[in-house]
């Protein structure tokens, strides 16, 4: 079982859809969680934290379920520029220094 | 203020060369990374290196050395290049003990062994 899990995708979805992604980790010790972003050929960068009481940025709302070790994305209006591979990374690191495992991303493809 | 840079680009390698990827970040950040991606494969850590002076293995390290030079520069070594190693390479930088756990990506290696 591979340490963090996604669909793959892609989703396809029309301009202003909303669409959610979902990932499941299995390590229950697993400090941190993130939403990455990566355009293609690009780097990836980090979209937003995941914290257990769930957060928002704008159009983006991210939850965490520690007990079904679940992490989940939520994009409201999505534009033409959200298309990208959305990464679940989980940090089992600690102490000095993080040690991030990489989902394999979903592809998400917005079309007009 | 570039953030992290990656030299080079693209590279054509012929089985059993060697080369080194070199990194740099100019974020005064503690922590650096070299990763590899792979189609299908999510991103994988190959080494790692908390603080200047220091390095550690992460999960695929076979085949790979590095050289934490100073704070600045964390170079990829393959001393002897094998097609399984034909791959995109992130190096990576963060500041542990800072607000958020960011790791800032370098725009990456696309190495071809053949």
């Known amino acids: 079982r591979k340490e963090v899990e996604q669909d793959p995708g892609p989703f396809n979805v029309p301009e202003g859809a909303t669409v959610a992604f979902n990932c499941t980790y299995s390590?229950?010790?697993?400090?941190?969680f993130f939403w990455y972003r990566q355009d293609c050929r690009k780097e990836p960068k980090l979209l937003m934290s995941?914290?257990?009481s769930g957060n928002e940025d704008g159009r983006f709302t991210a939850q965490l379920n520690r007990a079904s070790q679940y992490i989940s994305l939520l994009i409201r209006d999505s534009k033409l520029s959200d298309s990208a591979t959305y990464l679940c990374?989980?940090?089992?690191?600690?102490?000095?220094?993080?040690?991030?495992?990489f989902g394999t991303g979903t592809l998400l493809a917005v079309q007009p | 203020n570039a953030g992290v840079t990656q030299t080079p680009k693209f590279q054509v390698l012929k089985t059993g060369q060697s080369m080194t990827l070199q990194c740099a970040q100019d974020?005064?950040?503690?922590?650096m990374y070299w990763y590899r991606q792979d189609p299908g494969m999510g991103l994988r850590l190959i080494y790692y290196?908390?603080?200047?002076?220091?390095?550690d293995k992460g999960e695929v390290p076979n085949g790979y050395n590095v050289s934490r030079l100073n704070k600045r520069e964390f170079s990829l070594r393959l001393e002897s290049a094998a097609p399984s190693q034909t791959s995109v390479y992130f190096c990576?930088?963060?500041?542990?003990?800072?607000?958020?756990?960011?790791?800032?990506f370098g725009p990456g290696t696309r190495l071809l062994v053949l």
């Open positions: 990576a930088s963060s500041d542990i003990g800072g607000p958020v756990e960011t790791q800032y």
């Open positions: 390590n229950s010790a697993s400090q941190s």
């Open positions: 995941v914290y257990s």
């Open positions: 990374v989980v940090n089992v690191g600690g102490g000095a220094t993080n040690k991030l495992i």
């Open positions: 974020m005064n950040h503690n922590s």
């Open positions: 290196s908390a603080s200047e002076g220091t390095t």
